[in-house]
């Protein structure tokens, strides 16, 4: 599924340099599981968007079942993006004059999927996520969960092999995040998906049957026997450590 190699991303904050990434090398099976923590710089979202193909490093390789997003044209990368990787942010990015079953189908319209698909699919999958009746709710009359939802709802409509989330419960309340968080993991337990989450909440981290902490563009990663995993063999990942993660 994922593979990379030797990931560096560096960006220039003035006359200093700033390594976000450095060197990282890191492997995920499909239908892989890993949460992210580390300090606030230390490269978390960095190291998401490389795997989501937003952002490019500045040397080595990401490969996404055997190609290289880093040398793929915009164009092409644009593609592989619409077609396999959903994402979910902390900001639910929702377009406001739309309801949620529109908001849902916006994820389908660049990739050529007819209308009527488009509303099947939709409404599909705002039932997998529990908003089946909210469907025509604009999102200043839904609560921030159920607009999370509708956000996990347009990431997977697209029937991606990944998820990415980037501190998916962070505008959250603790309630919610229990939630959501459940959402997600069964979500990723019945599709089947690759599943990679950044967050600073270390109740969620204790969850993952794998965690991985960065700390100045270094990963370190370890392995979670407790937490449950979906029947399937999991493949070794490069760098395992016996640290603790700490948020």
């Known amino acids: 599924m994922y593979e990379l190699i030797g990931v560096t991303k560096q960006y220039r904050r003035g006359q200093e340099r700033v390594d976000a990434l450095a060197g990282v090398d890191l492997t995920l099976a499909q239908g892989d599981r890993l949460v ?3 300090p606030t710089g230390g490269g978390k979202s960095t190291l ?15 490969l996404l079942d055997g190609t290289d997003l880093a040398a793929l ?20 990015n929702l377009i406001p004059t739309l309801t949620a079953q529109e908001n849902v189908e916006t994820a389908l319209v660049p990739l050529g999927v007819k209308p009527a698909e488009r509303r099947s699919r939709a409404a599909e999958a705002l039932e997998s996520v529990g908003l089946g009746e909210r469907s025509g709710h604009l999102p200043s009359e839904l609560s921030g969960g159920q607009q999370q939802r509708v956000a996990i709802a347009r990431a997977l409509v697209k029937r991606p092999k990944v998820l990415l989330a980037d501190e998916p419960t962070g505008n959250l309340d603790e309630s919610m995040r229990d939630e959501i968080v459940e959402l997600l993991e069964g979500l990723w337990k019945e599709h089947g998906l690759t599943f990679v989450m950044v967050t600073h909440d270390s109740a969620i981290a204790r969850r993952a049957p794998r965690l991985a902490t960065i700390r100045k563009g270094r990963i370190t990663i370890k392995e979670n026997p407790r937490a449950a995993t979906p029947d399937r063999a999991s493949a070794p990942v490069p760098g395992t450590a016996s640290d603790p993660v700490e948020a």
């Open 36 to 38: 992210i923590q580390g």
């Open 48 to 62: 998401l968007q490389m795997l989501g193909g937003l952002d490019r490093p500045t040397s080595g390789r990401v």
């Open 73 to 92: 044209p915009e164009r092409k990368l644009t593609a592989v993006r619409g077609q396999n990787i959903g994402f979910v942010f902390q900001s639910f």
